[in-house]
DNA sequence: CAACGACGCTCGAAA
DNA sequence: AGCGTCGTTG
């Protein structure tokens, strides 16, 4: 506190917030009148009640941490804290939004909703808080080929971008699979090393081809205005490191520095929160449970938790162990497995609540097997004295693709379910298209957006024309919309060409307004710019059409999904708030002119789009049964758990096999789902998989031996039906399947295509067929065995 | 230049 | 089972 006087003022525009708050602190100096006191547990009163200096609290799964974190926020702001000198920092967007809620119920719980003690909190997640970092400072922080009007660019347009690279530096496909190269450039930024220095650290053949592609990926992002995920936080930390004043302006803005899930932070996103702490005795509050680091993968280190008291020395550590989520026997099961990891400091889980019934493990024959049972036990619960609702369910599983036998059973019994996939709807076909034209209409210089969306619908210009056009960019440093205004130079193109590139850019500038987003024609309601887009690009008509000519269920939806987009447009224009955080309005510098609202507003729609998480998708409110991967599950809890797949090879998945660490991380992931669980957990393995349309013996996760003991009960139920490895509940009135043959010729039906002829099948135990159907115009589809009934020959 | 079918490859978790 | 690429045809 010494090193930061108080009140910190921001910026001019702040200084009316310097006024002195009003505070209803609670009566007396005891905790036990305080309403934010009164009933915490004693480790937990004592986090809240840290004011100055370092902080860690070793939060165990259940113990309470976010009530901690938004107890503390809120005690602060009462006991005079300013609320804009407040930091909180999370995952998601779902946990930032949780906490505010939280913390806003807490100090304003009439919901006035224009309560001072909330004014300029910020809670918010890493990279939307980088986002905004960057885009206010950018300017002063003179990053080459960057400007304010950036682009995120997403993992599919890193690929593509990786991809034009390789085939540029004639680095061919096997040697140089994107995808690794991707995350040898993730993995390098995450660890703030830039193009230059990887290739002044490179020395062997390999990493020196590597330096080559990580510039010239780096390279063409500049050229495009666009950042990927990893950038946005490499890049604001750098900034922060080599920009005293802009560092000294986030030092003194944020007096309280708090960050959730400090065990999944990785070396970028320790920086960040160092470099905002500031020196001397910053009062940085991380919570987090080192049993919990689940995020290894994508750098997540776990010595910031564990070297903390090392990185700020004196600080104080409070643990807290009591778990109030689970029962004991789920309580039991959960530390007898992470008992086992060697790299960890044993912590006690104790929970005050004894009793509750016995953790289930289930072997099972198969998927459909397993999918029935998870079915028969949680439709078991809605038909107690005092039922559980669908929304208090949840399957967990190690990997997206184990969902799909889950679906099915869900849908043939008719258990209404959600997959929490954040991103499902923003990876669609027709939205991806739809926002490409409007990242094109914001930042013309986006070539992942460009390339995306030139000839959809088809405009006549094909793959030979945008090469060419792209080389010639290329040659002159231009991004290629950028060159296709001047598209007179580009050498040997066909007329036709010339003139749909000429159609195209019209397009695109009547869209912006030349770049303007002023003028008559371009009003300033979002949705009104999603609707016209959609519209002019021709996308509307395109998928119309389709939608009147295909049958296939994706078809169908795509207008609806068009429509749905302009309504999320609406929605976000209804809840922007453009000077919701006052001090982190970009200040307009001298002859420098103001962005039109509508392009800034575009902007915060685009970066909110870009930054949805699978978590945030969770919503208990939808009266359904919620799947997820994993990951996703941190963080959560539900009364009942279903766990999947506790198979070795999938859990632990194969590629942890060779490192212990990632074996231990493994652990530490079925941990997480083990604790999530209130009262009720079942957890699965299946003897047969059927893996890439395989049918594969399995062997049973390890960890389902270390899970077991007293108050987990076995059943194995993998030897009852032993004819039958292959049945199915999803599609009754079906013979086994596994007896069924089809030959050539035979008339079968789908439960989704309708009736169609086998045009091939896969020999012996690859159970598929080729299957043309005159339902999707004559289309021929490799489909699964199980899911025909033959109805002639 | 566009559309479509055949074929071959890969195959994890994500902001 | 899904995806990208290649080759053929309209």
């Keep these: 506190m010494d090193q930061k006087p108080t009140p910190p003022s921001p ?163 096997s040697n140089w699979p994107p995808a690794s190269v991707r995350a040898v450039i993730s993995d390098a930024k995450n660890q703030l090393i830039d193009a230059e220095t990887y290739q002044a650290q490179a020395g062997d053949f390999y990493s020196k081809n590597l330096a080559r592609v990580y510039e010239a990926y780096q390279a063409e992002l500049r050229k495009a205005n666009a950042v990927d995920f990893d950038d946005l936080l490499m890049l604001t930390a750098r900034m922060l490191l080599q920009h005293e004043h802009i560092r000294a302006e986030c030092q003194n803005r944020w007096e309280y520095l708090l960050v959730d899930e400090y065990q999944d932070t990785n070396h970028a996103q320790f920086l960040l929160a160092n470099l905002i702490a500031g020196e001397g005795s910053p009062n940085i509050c991380v919570v987090g449970d080192p049993d919990q680091s689940i995020y290894g993968w994508r750098g997540a280190d776990i010595t910031n938790i564990l070297d903390f008291e090392k990185s700020y020395t004196g600080a104080r550590v409070i643990t807290l162990g009591e778990n109030f989520r689970s029962t004991e026997p789920i309580l039991a099961a959960a530390d007898r497995l992470i008992r086992n990891n060697q790299q960890r400091r044993h912590k006690d889980l104790f929970t005050t609540t004894p009793g509750g019934g016995a953790v289930q493990v289930v072997l099972c024959q198969n998927e459909q097997h397993e999918s029935d049972i998870v079915v028969d036990w949680f439709k078991a619960f809605t038909e107690t004295e005092s039922p559980l609702a669908w929304k208090e369910m949840a399957v967990f599983y190690r990997t997206n693709a184990l969902s799909r036998s889950i679906e099915d059973a869900f849908r043939a019994s008719g258990v209404p379910y959600v997959i929490a996939r954040g991103t499902s709807f923003y990876e669609r076909e027709e939205i991806r298209h739809a926002l490409a034209y409007l990242r094109i209409t914001a930042n013309e210089t986006d070539d992942a957006a460009f390339r995306r969306i030139v000839n959809v619908p088809t405009r006549g210009l094909g793959a030979t024309s945008i090469t060419r056009i792209e080389n010639y960019a290329h040659k002159n440093n231009l991004s290629t919309f950028r060159a296709m205004r001047s598209i007179g130079q580009v050498p040997g193109l066909t007329a036709r060409a010339v003139n749909s590139a000429q159609r195209f850019v019209e397009l695109i500038d009547d869209l912006s307004g030349g770049g303007t987003f002023m003028g008559e024609q371009i009003s300033g309601s979002l949705a009104d710019l999603v609707q016209r887009v959609i519209q002019s690009s021709g996308l509307e008509k395109m998928y119309a059409d389709r939608a009147r000519i295909g049958k296939a269920e994706s078809d169908l939806e795509r207008p609806d999904n068009l429509a749905e987009l302009i309504s999320s447009a609406a929605q976000f224009e209804q809840e922007y708030v453009p000077e919701n955080d006052p001090s982190l309005d970009v200040p307009v510098a001298e002859g420098r002119a103001e962005p039109p609202p509508l392009l800034v507003m575009l902007r915060a729609y685009l970066e909110s789009v870009s930054l949805v998480a699978d978590a945030d998708m969770v919503d208990p409110e939808r009266g359904a049964v919620t799947l997820m991967t994993l990951h996703a599950a941190k963080g959560l809890e539900f009364p009942a758990v279903a766990m999947i797949g506790l198979e070795e090879g999938i859990l632990p998945h194969f590629r942890s096999r060779e490192r212990i660490a990632a074996l231990e991380e493994e652990r530490r992931l079925c941990f997480v789902g083990i604790t999530r669980a209130q009262r009720h957990l079942l957890i699965t393995s299946a003897r047969y998989r059927t893996m890439r349309g395989v049918q594969e013996r399995t062997i049973a996760s390890p960890f389902v031996d270390e899970i077991s003991g007293p108050g987990v009960t076995f059943s194995d139920q993998a030897d009852e039906v032993v004819s039958s490895p292959r049945r199915s509940s999803s599609y009754s009135g079906q013979s086994d399947p596994a007896l069924v043959e089809f030959p050539v010729g035979t008339v079968v039906r789908h439960p989704r295509f309708g009736i169609g002829q086998v045009t091939w099948t896969s020999a012996g135990e690859n159970a598929k067929a080729r299957v043309r159907f005159s339902s999707v115009g004559e289309k021929t589809l490799i489909l699964e065995y199980a899911r025909l009934v033959r109805v002639g020959s």
């Design 11 to 173: 910026n001019q525009m702040n200084q009316s917030e310097a006024a002195p708050l009003e505070v209803f602190h609670a009566s007396g100096d005891s905790p036990v009148d305080d309403p934010l006191l009164c009933d915490l547990t004693e480790p937990q009163m004592r986090a809240v009640l840290h004011e100055q200096g370092a902080l860690l609290v070793l939060a165990a799964a259940g113990s309470g941490k976010t009530r901690v974190i938004t107890r503390r926020i809120a005690h602060l702001i009462t006991t005079g804290v300013a609320p804009w000198s407040v930091l909180a920092l999370t995952f998601t967007n779902k946990a930032a939004g949780e906490m505010r809620d939280r913390v806003h119920h807490l100090l304003d719980p009439e919901g006035s909703g224009k309560s001072r003690l909330v004014r300029g909190l910020t809670i918010t997640t890493f990279h939307s808080l980088c986002a905004r970092l960057l885009r206010r400072y950018v300017e002063q922080a003179q990053i080459p080929g960057l400007t304010g009007d950036y682009t995120i660019y997403n993992s599919d347009d890193q690929s593509s971008v990786i991809k034009r690279v390789l085939k540029r530096l004639d680095l061919n496909g």
